[in-house]
């Protein structure tokens, strides 16, 4: 299994600013994911990291709103970007494993 | 394209009684298939998945799953309800492993439990 560490764990943010998401995992992994989970609704992915290429973007999302760093094999960013009310959801980060995808506690974002 | 159904947004049941939350997919090729759970103010946690071999797969806190390929359903039960079950529970599909690519979810089933 592994252990995912995301930071912050909520957040409230003004309109326009932005705000970027820390994901740790206890071990080395080839590929992370970021999930929406958008108020009363499911979880929609975002995106799919791997580390040492750009990241791949799910219809309805680009990069210059949420841009994602995945610098080594245990950490990855995703920034939300030029924040709208719209915006506020929660930000999940997972990671494959065996199978698997282990997910972290969630980044509970509200845009005022 | 893939799509998953929970029947019902919000189950409740008492302690002590039989808890069924559904789950139904759509799929051209035999899925892998998971349920999560989360608990308030927490990550999703994987309670069991279906890959391949026998269809009725055991889980974690007392939870099983049947896969019925001829009725394209992956049903989630417990023979006894306990409060600590309270939580948001989630089906999943995916077609290439779970670990390598997209997982598409369901809603969500928001199980309460009454004493």
């Known amino acids: 299994s592994a252990v995912i560490s995301q930071k912050p764990s909520r957040d409230i943010c003004q309109r326009g600013t932005s705000l970027t998401i820390q994901c740790q995992v206890d071990s080395q992994v080839t590929m992370m994911f970021w999930y929406r989970q958008q108020p009363g609704q499911s979880l929609t992915l975002i995106a799919t990291?791997?580390?040492?290429?750009?990241?791949?973007?799910e219809s309805g999302f680009v990069i210059d709103k949420f841009p994602i760093s995945r610098p080594n094999l245990t950490f990855s960013t995703l920034t939300v970007s030029n924040m709208s009310p719209e915006d506020s959801s929660i930000y999940l980060c997972?990671?494959?494993?065996?199978?698997?995808?282990?997910f972290g506690a969630g980044t509970r974002l509200s845009v005022l | 394209a893939q799509s998953v159904t929970q029947l019902g947004s919000h189950v409740s049941v008492s302690e002590g009684a039989l808890v069924l939350l559904r789950c139904n997919y759509s799929s051209s090729v035999p899925p892998y298939l998971f349920w999560y759970v989360q608990y308030p103010n927490q990550g999703l946690q994987l309670l069991l998945k279906y890959t391949t071999g026998a269809t009725l797969v055991k889980g974690i806190n007392g939870f099983e799953a049947e896969f019925k390929k001829s009725e394209t359903s992956f049903h989630l039960t417990k023979p006894s309800a306990h409060m600590s079950d309270a939580a948001e529970y989630f089906c999943a599909v995916e077609e290439y492993g779970g670990s390598q690519g997209n997982l598409i979810f369901g809603k969500g089933t928001k199980l309460s439990v009454k004493p």
């Open positions: 990291a791997n580390q040492g290429s750009e990241a791949t973007y």
């Open positions: 997972s990671v494959g494993s065996g199978n698997i995808q282990y």
